[in-house]
């Protein structure tokens, strides 16, 4: 098999770890970090299994996605709110006066949107990010650089403005889809507040 083939065969394997539903172990790690009966946003929500894991532990969760299709059986649930909205095309910040006790944010990039984000959190509020990074082109989709952070990019965005909780950046094996990644988890609070220790503690462990 020539290297083209075994690229294409690939990216077709990874590509079909985008249907999967169980949530990113990122997200699961810093999870618990999100207090009980939070307000939670899950941008580019996708098949919104992130909002679902936050609807489980009882969070009233937004979930936002240009194609709403794959959320159309959360629409009736009390808790949720779906919005259908196109993220890149110019329009308004769908959200705007909006804020939230925690913005989950995976597989996604579209930089223009950072301000917003950090916006949208409230004090004491939690980011999770989680997205492929520079290098993830020798490896699979997306290689588009406009799709992928450049070194350190998360600590750049949120420095200053949060307190960085987590950082990790590089090659990663045990995401849900594979590659090269940078993830990050940062509190909105007063740089210097003291964080409690043995955050680390992933749901249902």
Not at 72 to 100: C, M, R, Y
Not at 181 to 200: E, F, I, M, S, Y
């Amino acid at each position: 098999m020539s290297n083209i083939d075994e690229d294409s065969t690939r990216c077709e394997k990874i590509s079909r770890h985008l249907q999967i539903s169980d949530a990113s172990p990122w997200v699961l790690r810093w999870a618990h970090l999100v207090k009980p009966n939070a307000t939670v946003l899950d941008l580019a929500a996708g098949g919104g299994r992130h909002g679902r894991l936050f609807l489980d532990l009882g969070c009233a969760v937004t979930l936002v996605d240009k194609a709403s299709a794959p959320l159309n059986d959360l629409v009736s649930h009390p808790q949720a709110t779906v919005i259908k909205a196109d993220l890149e095309d110019g329009s308004p910040w769908s959200l705007d006066g909006q804020t939230f006790d925690a913005v989950i944010v995976v597989n996604y990039l579209h930089r223009p949107l950072f301000p917003q984000l950090l916006a949208s959190l409230n004090p004491g509020g939690v980011l999770i990010y989680e997205t492929f990074a520079l290098g993830n082109e020798a490896y699979c989709r997306p290689r588009n650089p406009d799709h992928l952070l450049k070194p350190n990019e998360l600590i750049e965005q949120t420095q200053g403005h949060l307190q960085i909780i987590a950082f990790e950046q590089g090659l990663v094996t045990n995401a849900d889809i594979p590659g090269v990644k940078q993830r990050l988890c940062a509190v909105n609070a007063p740089q210097g507040t003291p964080q409690p220790l043995n955050r680390d503690k992933p749901v249902g462990r």
